[in-house]
């Protein structure tokens, strides 16, 4: 494998690396010179309990390969914790991957709001929390790279998954304004909709499938999208079991109705299949791209 993406002058925050997708990242970023903080409070995978070896094992690992790393036991929640733990270790923080999750799967009617909380909590709130702290120092060097972990049950639904398919998306909401936001002082920002058989997938997975979806496969795609060398922003990939693909926004070309007259239910009754026919589609890369149908449309008529 090339080494040629290096990370020797990176200090690299892993949330929840203290095993499965996470751990992968970490040894994998120390592989290519980067100083690592293994964050991960060490619960269980429903978010109950802390366990200080999870993380501890891993820096273990790392050192063990000649590697640099520190173990960070806080919360997500606890973001600003966890950067200070990258300044007091190594000075700085280039690098933030947003890894660390939790489930608590439960059909829609039988959702607690505990359930609820937790998962947004976990997720939504942590990976606020530790980007919020990071910004002002990305901004600041005029340099950063920032990933969320979304899910393609985010993406797609996924029965039960009602409150983990809102966290997810809801990164990508982030990642989206975040890339915009952080663009003029070099911080780019992506999301990864992974695939891996961990403990979360335990159990979900066809075993002999689960073997072959080795968290190892998820992280070259994150240690890229973290390096100097990748340039892209904004972007969404679907990746695990060796293979990667970006995905984007596709929107049919729609119908534009005479917005003076006025138009009936029935009028969008009768258009409906054209409403969804997405032959000729288009695919907004932008609020201005979004916009410009229905601009066109005004136009047209006004
Ligand atoms: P995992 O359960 O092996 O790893 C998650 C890690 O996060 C655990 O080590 C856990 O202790 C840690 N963690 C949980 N709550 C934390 C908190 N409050 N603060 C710090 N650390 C905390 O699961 P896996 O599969 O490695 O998941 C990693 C990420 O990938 C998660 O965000 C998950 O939602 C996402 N994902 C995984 C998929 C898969 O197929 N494995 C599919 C889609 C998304």
């Not at 911080?187 to 080795?214: C, D, S, W, Y």
């Not at 060796?242 to 969008?268: Q, Y």
């Amino acid at each position: 494998m090339s080494q040629s993406v290096r990370f020797e002058d990176k200090v690299v925050i892993v949330t929840g690396a203290g095993g499965g997708l996470g751990r992968a990242h970490a040894l994998l970023f120390a592989r290519h010179g980067a100083r690592v903080v293994v964050n991960d409070l060490g619960g269980s995978a429903q978010g109950e309990g802390a366990n200080a070896s999870a993380a501890d094992r891993v820096v273990a690992e790392i050192r063990a390969a000649g590697g640099v790393a520190v173990a960070n036991h806080d919360s997500v929640t606890d973001g600003d914790k966890i950067v200070q733990n990258a300044l007091d270790a190594f000075g700085r923080v280039d690098v933030v991957v947003n890894n660390a999750g939790i489930l608590r799967d439960k059909s829609f009617h039988k959702m607690e709001d505990s359930d609820w909380d937790l998962v947004y909590r976990v997720h939504v709130e942590g990976a606020y929390k530790v980007t919020r702290a990071a910004w002002p120092h990305l901004r600041e060097q005029n340099y950063g790279r920032v990933i969320f972990t979304a899910s393609t049950s985010g993406i797609y639904g996924n029965f039960g998954q009602s409150n983990y398919g809102m966290a997810k998306l809801g990164l990508y909401g982030l990642t989206r304004t975040l890339a915009l936001e952080g663009r003029k002082n070099n911080i780019l920002v992506n999301a990864i909709a992974p695939t891996g058989g961990t403990r979360m997938t335990e159990g979900l997975i066809p075993p002999h499938v689960f073997e072959q979806l080795k968290p190892e496969l998820v992280s070259p795609l994150v240690v890229f999208l973290s390096s100097e060398q990748c340039q892209d922003t904004s972007g969404l990939y679907e990746v695990g079991g060796g293979w990667m693909g970006k995905v984007r926004w596709e929107r049919s070309l729609g119908v534009g109705f005479d917005p003076r007259e006025g138009f009936a239910v029935e009028d969008v009754a009768a258009n409906w299949a054209q409403i969804g026919n997405f032959e000729n589609a288009v695919h907004p890369a932008d609020n201005i791209e979004a916009l410009q149908q229905m601009m066109l449309n005004l136009q047209k008529y006004v």
